[in-house]
């Protein structure tokens, strides 16, 4: 078979490196791809969000399935253009992806199937918006509606926080378009679990679970990010707790879309927060996370590329996933700055201790290469991997690992799976 994946952060990496395992794959394609992943497959010059040139790419390269990474190119549709020309898509459609693409479809979604969020109001003006946190409470979180590549939220401490991330999303429209509407809602407490399923829109099967740390500094102090570090799998998350979660998250939201007319197929990754009474949805994506990814796919034994097939074509009833009872952990390596202003093009030292094939491994994101050497391109540069049978030895060896690669500006936090370490 012949496979193209769309993208070119630590997920794809991540992806390419799990589908490349398969005795079914003769060929793995990734536009844009990155340096890292160039030693699994070949690299395509097409940006994840050049739709036509990558239907042009597939068709001519008689690609068998494609797998896309990140959310752009899925709310943009590539589902609906590649079947229209009869090519085979892992990753939902235009209209499941609006579950990631607008907040404002999500809530009113949950909430019309009765399904556990935070309490929220949709504002389409920035008076009507202002004039509400004049007389709330806080603190409270204010989200911008369309994509922001994960930083349209705010979970502001007080007024002047919450007027400040208001104006910035409906005046300055810091996001774009993604800025037209917001939604305001309850400020919710506990821990955050990532739980992600393979779906056919019928069927589903339940991957990993994970934690991912979101925010910039050790703590959880500073602005959030796209995920500083994540692991695999989420002590708090019980087997009760993940009973729970099916019935009253998964199930439903399959549910919700089957009766919306919405076939989703792909994965569908919900972010939820582990509250006293219960566990919340704080938001729903169309795709794998970054970092969540890269922990989760070290610990499936099963060969991924035919549930990616099944999903794609609807037909998962009778397929199983094997899951590895081992830890996975990633810590990522970003730019000073990040999620700010940050420089790059700085030489990365330490990567030849590593492959595809060694634990640790590095699974690259915002890398570019020159010369044969590699250089920092991104936010996120580098996601140091590694999995054992506990989760401290797992965490010693990521962080040895981490030890052993350098560049200038190498930002990243100490603490990842803090809280997991405090429950054992
Ligand atoms: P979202 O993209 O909606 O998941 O929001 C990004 C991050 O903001 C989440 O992973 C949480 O860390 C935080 N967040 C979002 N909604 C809430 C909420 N209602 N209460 C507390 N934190 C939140
Ligand atoms: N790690 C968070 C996300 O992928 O949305």
């Given at each position: 078979m012949r496979l193209l994946v769309v993208g070119g952060g630590g997920r794809e990496h991540a992806l390419v490196w799990k589908i490349n395992q398969?005795?079914?794959?003769e060929k793995i394609y990734c536009a844009p791809g990155n340096p890292g992943i160039s030693e699994l497959a070949e690299q395509v010059?097409?940006?994840?969000?050049?739709l036509e040139e990558l239907l042009h790419f597939a068709e001519e390269q008689k690609i068998d399935l494609t797998v896309v990474g990140p959310e752009a190119p899925l709310v943009a549709g590539i589902t609906d253009l590649f079947a229209s020309r009869g090519l085979a898509v892992f990753g939902p459609n235009q209209k499941a992806a609006q579950m990631e693409g607008s907040k404002v479809f999500a809530k009113e979604f949950l909430r019309k199937y009765g399904i556990p969020t935070a309490n929220f109001r949709v504002f389409e003006s920035f008076d009507s918006a202002y004039y509400y946190l004049k007389n709330t409470d806080f603190p409270i979180v204010i989200k911008a509606d369309?994509?922001?590549?994960?930083?349209?939220?705010t979970v502001a401490q007080n007024r002047e926080q919450a007027f400040m991330a208001l104006q910035q999303i409906?005046?300055?429209?810091?996001?774009g378009a993604a800025g037209e509407r917001v939604v305001i809602e309850d400020c919710l407490y506990g821990e955050e679990v990532s739980v992600l399923v393979l779906t056919d829109g019928k069927d589903y099967l339940l991957l990993p679970d994970a934690q991912d740390?979101?925010?910039?500094?050790?703590?959880?102090?500073g602005p959030n990010t796209g995920g500083m570090g994540a692991y695999s799998?989420?002590?708090?998350?019980?087997e009760e707790l993940k009973k729970n979660v099916e019935e009253k998250i998964i199930k439903p939201v399959l549910k919700g879309l089957q009766n919306e007319g919405i076939t989703y197929r792909g994965v569908l990754y919900a972010g939820l927060m582990i509250t006293d009474a219960g566990p919340l949805v704080l938001e729903l994506n169309g795709r794998f996370g970054d970092p969540e990814t890269q922990v989760i796919l070290p610990r499936i034994?099963?060969?991924i590329v035919p549930l990616l097939i099944a999903c794609a074509g609807g037909v998962l009833k009778g397929h199983t996933l094997e899951i590895a009872p081992d830890y996975c952990a990633c810590v990522v390596l970003a730019s000073q700055g990040y999620p700010g202003a940050y420089k790059k093009g700085f030489l990365i030292e330490?990567?030849?201790?590593?492959?595809?094939?060694?634990?640790?491994l590095v699974f690259q994101a915002g890398t570019k290469e020159k010369n044969g050497q590699v250089f920092t391109a991104g936010g996120r540069v580098l996601g140091v991997t590694a999995w054992d049978i506990n989760l401290k030895g797992t965490l010693e060896k990521v962080y040895e690992a981490v030890d052993k690669i350098n560049f200038k500006g190498k930002h990243f936090r100490r603490d990842i799976g803090y809280r997991a370490l405090k429950r054992f």
């Open positions: 398969s005795p079914l794959v010059a097409i940006d994840a969000e050049d369309g994509l922001a590549a994960g930083k349209g939220v409906m005046q300055e429209k810091k996001f740390h979101k925010a910039a500094l050790e703590g959880d102090r799998p989420a002590p708090v998350f019980s034994v099963s060969d330490g990567l030849e201790n590593f492959s595809a094939h060694t634990n640790p």
